[in-house]
């Protein structure tokens, strides 16, 4: 089936729904992209007179909490298991252990609730139901412009700065490999649409404080390269954020910033509660996959940018470096 048939099918299907439960990915943490996606069909949905409801395993970091719409994010589990809908809508991941709904999306499934995906992560495991899945695109947040885009829906302010903040930090303010001519497109025209690029890049990027930049500093210093893999690793425990009097994701940023390093690939690791580790991948070479790395430890990506959780703590080790144990 063509592409514009897809988003024609996917439209109709979410204009047909009565009650539409939308997922951003939870496994790595949300980040701008999926909840860009999300809340941007949320809003589209509320100017079609649609009920939706948006489920995150983990709320918005504090960062994004800009987004319009952001407020309206659940968390909690319980709360869905007691709502009606007849569609669920996956968007930027299509691995249902990724949901933080895995048992209820499975009991859905078997009840018969339609599924569609949009995506733009290559695929890893298959989900029936109506799939908008391309890798080619810089993210999710472009499939979402260019759907709205083939059927003429009107596009906001609100959804326009929701798709561009997904844009601005999948492609890092338009400067790494995934920045095409598509995106480009799009990023300008929800500019014309009310998207303001300077509020985005400012809540997302030259956000940080000094007491941040210092724990940057110290997880340079901490940088070790694996003798055994090449793969350079460095690490945040919990103890370096609560000394720092600094929130779970001050370290947001740290690993694309070091995939400017000459290596076969960056790892951060970084600490979270309740016996979680995040990990998160950058390589900027061709012949390495860092997605197939996080997906050892249940997360996914792209080939050069990935992420994942885990479960243990960070320990050192004077051969390997730092390590997951």
Partial sequence: MAEHDIAHDILQALKAARHVLIIPHGNPRPDGDCLGAALAVHHFLADNGRVATIFCAYPAPEMLQYLPGAEHIITDPAVITALDYDLVLLVDFHNLKN???????????ARGVPFVVIDHHPRQVEITGTTLLVPEAAATCELIYWLFDQAAVPINKDMATCLLTGLITDTQNFTNAATTVGSL????????RGARPHDITGATWKN?????????????????????????????????????DVPLDAADGVANFLNNLDAKAVLVLREEENGIVKGSIRTTRDDVDVAAIAKQYGGGGHRKAAGFLATGKIVWDDTLGWLIK
């Avoid at 497109?185 to 014309?192: D, N, P």
């Fill in 99 to 109: 949901s933080g709904l895995e048992e209820q999306l499975q009991a859905a499934a």
């Fill in 185 to 192: 497109h799009a990023a300008a025209e929800l500019v014309k």
């Fill in 208 to 244: 940080k404080e000094i007491k941040i930049l210092q724990l940057w500093g110290k997880m340079l210093l901490r940088l070790h390269e694996n003798p055994d893999t090449g793969i350079v690793t460095t690490a945040l425990t919990i103890a370096d954020l609560k000394e720092a």
